[in-house]
């Protein structure tokens, strides 16, 4: 009896051991990380979507005929004018897949470009010239939309009307269209990360770029006027006359000897009035002797000067210079006393 007691408790350890193993086999089998699930590649999907919008780019700007065309008038039907847009979401998808492996808010950013084609297609049906509200319920609206657009007849579209119809009805015509604008601005910022402040930066450019333009053309402008101002007019004058006069020798020495100093006169008192009468010169005075120049300047003409310091370019010694503001008259008694110093 005891040999048999023993061999079934022997038994029973034997199988509550087996049973414990497999409950742990069990358990460490559900712990265990499952195998990765193999993705497709994102430059792969980058030339699928970019594919595709090549197809839809096609489809819009081709027309065709048979199964071509009515898909063409289907995608017309459901998003009019904006179906130019559709190929363009598919490539801008297919960029940001093939720069970034996983593109991060990929879910956000598709809602977003769906937000800019809906509440564009929105925009063209406000704006259109056909008004769908007017003695139509909505789905009668949809409807006429979507056979207008498949038509070619209108550019708003099913999508359009889905949501057009309803703004148009809440908030008149003006209201909706600031509503759809705002939206827009709002979605495409978000979706390209544009911020206020970058949008104040370009605007700041573009204002800091216009101000130059308009500096160098006042600078310009002020040159051209200073030009014509400060041009010889009575010495072009009298090149000018004097040839004419030559031509005119026929009529005699005399007249044309007084017809030459009416000339000269003429032309003298035409430089007086445009220079004025009491003309300046300014000299600039190279020397190392400032001090002497500037006694006998002071002495001499009753002048003053500006003094300061000067390199020279190929020697690159300090000199000294002096700079003189005098009339006509007295520049040669300043010349005299330079090159007496």
Known sequence: MAAKKTASSRSAGSKTKSNTK???SARSSKNAPEPPKKRLNPQIKAIILCAVGVLLLALVLIPGGSL???IRSFIFGLFGFCSILLPFVFFYMGIMMAK???MAHKGAKIALSVVIVVFLCAL???FGS???NDGNTYFAALGAAYQGSYALKSMCGLVGALLGYPMRALLTNTPAVIVCIVVLLSAIMVLFGVTLVDVARVAKKGYDKTREQQRRFREERAERRYQRQNVN???QGLFVVTVKKALLRQFGFQAGCYALIAC???SKAMDMVVQGFNTAVQLMIITSRQEDIVERIHRDLGRGCTAFMATGTYSGNPVGALMCVCSRLEMPRLKKIISEE
């Open 130 to 132: 056909t008004d769908y």
């Open 124 to 126: 063209v049906y406000l």
């Open 22 to 24: 497999a409950k742990g």
């Open 100 to 102: 970034e492996k996983q």
């Open 233 to 235: 007019i009575g010495r």
């Open 68 to 70: 071509w065309l009515t």
């Open 264 to 266: 000269f006169v003429s």
